[in-house]
């Protein structure tokens, strides 16, 4: 069943695709009914779903990567009326979808078969000129939203379905699934518009143009040798050579530019690699690829190798293998998040600290190291100064629902029941969880170890929260 929903979900969009060969104008997008909001509105929702799943890849090095590149791309991009959101599903099907409201996602198949960063980034830059472009509001148009609640649901169903031992359950949204996709009818147009902005992102995001057509020309090779396993990506974006070549004349108008990955490119995917399938296959892969000597970067072999013995628990091994890393001068907030990590499997917690304080003050931009130093502060027992750090990160980034999580851990570190409920309810919030997040405001009220202070700003905000539920309710009613 594990592929399915997101089959589904990759369907949502090419669904929106059809029957829309003539494109309603923008004027016309604009009096019909899905709104900006509603769009948004719609993607938080199925985010939700997303983030509860098992699959849903909570990595904060290799989503802070993917959303690098990804934001990159998304600056460029003129009409970008919304923030953008990207995210790794941790699937071997060759997959990436745009969901309504900016958010994408990429399987950690697809980012595993890219062979340069450009490649990665074509996938990225076309997804965002769907968004861009609204293609899925042009598509929906006077339908509203009441059609993709219907889709929303259904996928939704087959999530659930998913931890269900019912097999018959499973089988029977499994057809109502195909129901959905004979629906399908591509348009040539949405997929030619989003080729050609999503080159011009690239071209402006500093990328090799030749990635997307050398990638999607892979792909569809792929596709013709195993005819019934073609890539997940080329079902939901039909390929053509039409495209391919359609592609091609426009990167050979465009200067030639050799573009080199960076370092965290080829990490990222030997973490990928590290951490997928199970400890034992992960590290032999990675033995046998260095026994062979075949691999583009020797440095991204011994960081996964290193991963791998880690999960293995073969402490020894994993820090001679970072040693060699710093022989090879491999410079990275990866490799020093890896040292701080075999830090703490040796419960060397004073030394995981010391080596995070310091290459945070080193690579001031790498959020994972600011999250996993205030997570050793906290093991430590320095509870004090990780909440100080918290409330200065919170200051620059309010929303970032792992800082409120850390912050509820800290508190509970404390004993402090009132601030740990409240933190999480802020936690969920920004998940856009707000039943769950009126639910620990309720724990924090009832907790009963605050001052009157703290107690009234917990009253004030739940009454804030059931308003907005309140508010919430009648809007769906409607
Ligand atoms: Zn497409």
Known sequence: MKP?????????????????????????????????????????????????????????????????????????????RQPFEFFVVRDSMLNAFALPGGYVGVHSGLVL???????????????????????????????????????????????????????????????QAAGVQQQINYSRDFEREADRLGLDLM??????????ASFFERMLQFGRIYE??????????????????????????????????????????????ATDGTPGDALADFAAQLKSGKYARETDVRFGHAHALMRNNRLTEAEAELAALRRLNLESPLLE???????????????AVQTLAL????????????????????????????LTLIKRELQLTPGDARL??????????????????RSQGEAYLAEGQLDEAILQYELARRAGDGDF???????ARLQELKQRKFEEMRRNQR
């Open 337 to 351: 998040n890896l040292a701080a990590q075999l830090r703490l499997k040796r419960k060397d917690v004073a030394g």
């Open 203 to 212: 071209e402006k995001g500093g990328y090799d143009t030749r990635g997307m």
């Open 228 to 273: 019934n396993n073609a890539p997940g990506y080329l079902r939901t974006h039909p390929m053509t050579t039409e495209r391919i070549t359609d592609m091609e004349n426009r990167i050979a108008q465009r200067p030639y530019k050799q573009v080199a990955d960076s370092v965290e490119f080829g990490l990222v995917r030997a973490k990928l690699r």
């Open 359 to 386: 290459a945070a003050q080193r690579y001031p931009q790498a959020r994972a190291l600011t999250y996993a130093l205030i997570d050793a502060k906290v093991g430590a027992g320095e509870t004090a100064e990780a």
């Open 113 to 175: 078969a890219a062979r340069s960063e450009s490649e990665l980034a074509g996938v990225l830059a076309h997804e965002i000129s769907h968004v861009t472009q609204s293609h899925l509001a042009r598509r929906f148009g006077k339908q509203s939203e009441s059609q993709m609640v219907s889709l929303l649901s259904l996928a939704v169903a087959v999530l659930a379905a998913r931890s269900s031992p019912d097999v018959a359950v499973g089988a029977a949204l499994a057809g």
């Open 453 to 459: 202070y703290e107690s009234s700003q917990v009253d």
């Open 404 to 421: 409120h999580a850390l912050e509820a851990k800290t508190y509970a570190a404390q004993g402090k029941r009132l601030q740990q409920h």
């Open 4 to 80: 399915l929903v997101w089959l589904v979900l990759g369907l949502l969009w090419p669904f929106a695709l059809a029957r829309a060969d003539g494109l309603p104008d923008l004027g016309e997008l604009e009096r019909s009914g899905l709104s900006h909001t509603a769009e948004r509105r719609l993607g938080q929702q199925i985010m939700l779903e997303i983030r509860r799943d098992p699959a849903y890849l909570d990595d904060a090095e290799i989503a802070a990567y993917i959303d690098q590149v990804g934001q990159r791309l998304a600056a460029r991009a003129e009409g970008a």
